[in-house]
């Protein structure tokens, strides 16, 4: 057997198979759904969307809006970090933030506050689940992860501190422009990490 024979393809992140086109998009579907079912329990959001809600109070926009606003913006500073998106950056700008506002309008009323506490709950496996679909097709890395590995990669420090920084950031921004933390945020923080691990490897030993 030739050394070619042995060597794994390497798969491009512009040219998926139908399946990991598929599987990318769905991944990003539920990420926003996720997200949204959170944004609706009205406990606290995750940090950027913390920051995207508090956009969306100080702008026309909606929620969904501001996401795809600041995932622009974040995508930007790309640039000076010479990061090269793929298919899967492209339509996590676009899809996530359609996801969380057509979400968001078909939702009905919160109710209760053990319902509400639920649908965090729910909103954060969806999010975990979209995140190891798309994470694992390979197809490019969401802005702000890019930002991430960018940042670790030019100044050598690790990820965990520039996601604490990048994360906190968002949080203090949001929070600041109006956008609601609490019970869900900390939910969000603590159990985001592990759920993402889970849904990767379980995902990522289907591929």
Do not use: C, K
């Not at 676009?94 to 969380?100: D, M, N, R, S, T």
């Not at 019970?183 to 379980?202: N, S």
């Amino acid at each position: 057997m030739t050394a070619a024979a042995t060597t794994p393809a390497v798969r491009s992140p512009w040219r998926p198979t139908p399946r990991r086109l598929a599987r990318l998009v769905a991944g990003l579907w539920l990420f926003g759904v996720g997200e949204a079912l959170i944004v609706h329990a009205d406990l606290g959001n995750s940090p950027w969307t913390v920051l995207a809600q508090g956009l969306s109070l100080q702008t026309p926009l909606s929620v969904g809006g501001a996401t795809i606003v600041l995932s622009l913006l974040v995508l930007a500073a790309w640039l000076p970090l010479r990061q090269l998106p793929g298919l899967g950056t492209v339509l996590n700008v676009l899809l996530v933030g359609v996801a969380i506002d057509v979400t968001l309008r078909l939702l009905p009323q919160a109710g209760a506050l053990g319902w509400r506490a639920a649908m965090v709950l729910v909103g954060i496996a969806l999010v975990a689940v979209g995140s190891g679909s798309y994470l694992t097709t390979d197809l490019g890395p969401g802005p702000r992860d890019g930002v991430m590995t960018g940042l670790h990669r030019r100044t050598g420090h690790s990820l965990r501190l520039w996601r604490t920084v990048l994360e906190g950031g968002a949080l203090l921004a949001g929070f600041t422009l109006g956008g609601v933390a609490g019970f869900g945020t900390l939910a969000y923080a603590l159990l985001i990490g592990p759920g993402v691990q889970a849904a990767v490897h379980r995902l990522r030993s289907r591929s």
